[in-house]
């Protein structure tokens, strides 16, 4: 069966440094992978997806960028954090053959 | 553009009463059609879908939902809630036709359960 794995669970980082957080997807082959955040009270904002290895399409213009190496890692990234980039940040994945997305645990994130 | 209503920002249930979550959708033909249900501090997980056929779909934990094309609705039932089902519930519409961007989801329905 499929799992999705987000690292890390929780993270505090102060304004200005930078952001790296993971997802990976195991069980599934070249899936379409997903970047949310969701902020108190205002739903999921997708933020990126990917159909594959270094194929990036972004849906918000922000600070954060994402990345594709691996098949099954998606990873998040920001240079420096405003305090606007708290949230908690999910990953997705869809298997090309399927409309419905499969979340991670999610990573909560407090910039101070 | 698609949008999707969740007219109920939160909801309070007796523990062993009913439950209907409302949501409606514009879009101009029928969408694929989700629930999704989040516990606190935690991820979203699919409970059912509609994609054609019957309109009254089943899903897990004792949910169903019935779609209904004159009124736009795709509204989320369970007979008998239990404290579990605690949580908040997105309902989420796919117009694409399964492209890649094509997840629009409502704002959420925060359930309360009273015991």
């Known amino acids: 069966s499929q799992t999705i794995h987000q690292w890390p669970a929780t993270l505090v980082q102060p304004v200005g440094s930078p952001l790296s957080l993971e997802c990976t997807v195991e069980?599934?082959?070249?899936?379409?992978l997903y970047w949310y955040r969701q902020a108190a009270g205002r739903g999921l904002q997708l933020l990126f997806y990917s159909v594959g290895i270094g194929q990036i399409s972004s849906e918000v213009p922000q600070n954060l960028s994402a990345s594709r190496p691996q098949d099954r890692q998606f990873i998040l990234s920001s240079k420096k954090l405003l305090l606007s980039d708290s949230g908690f940040y999910l990953c997705?994945?869809?298997?090309?053959?399927?409309?419905?997305?499969?979340f991670g645990p999610g990573t909560r994130l407090t910039v101070l | 553009a698609q949008s999707v209503t969740q007219p109920d920002i939160h909801i309070t249930v007796s523990e062993g009463a009913s439950l209907e979550l409302r949501c409606n959708y514009s879009?101009?033909?029928?969408?694929?059609l989700f629930w999704y249900v989040q516990s606190p501090g935690q991820g979203l997980q699919l409970l059912l879908k509609y994609f054609s056929g019957d309109t009254l779909v089943q899903g897990i934990k004792g949910f169903e939902a019935e779609f209904k094309r004159s009124q736009s609705s795709f509204n989320l039932r369970k007979p008998s809630v239990h404290w579990s089902d605690a949580a908040e519930y997105f309902c989420?519409?796919?117009?694409?036709?399964?492209?890649?961007?094509?997840?629009?989801f409502g704002k959420g329905t925060h359930l309360i359960i009273q015991p």
């Open positions: 989420v519409v796919d117009g694409s036709g399964g492209g890649a961007d094509g997840l629009t």
């Open positions: 879009y101009g033909a029928t969408p694929y």
């Open positions: 069980g599934t082959s070249n899936p379409n």
């Open positions: 997705a994945w869809s298997s090309g053959a399927s409309v419905e997305q499969y």
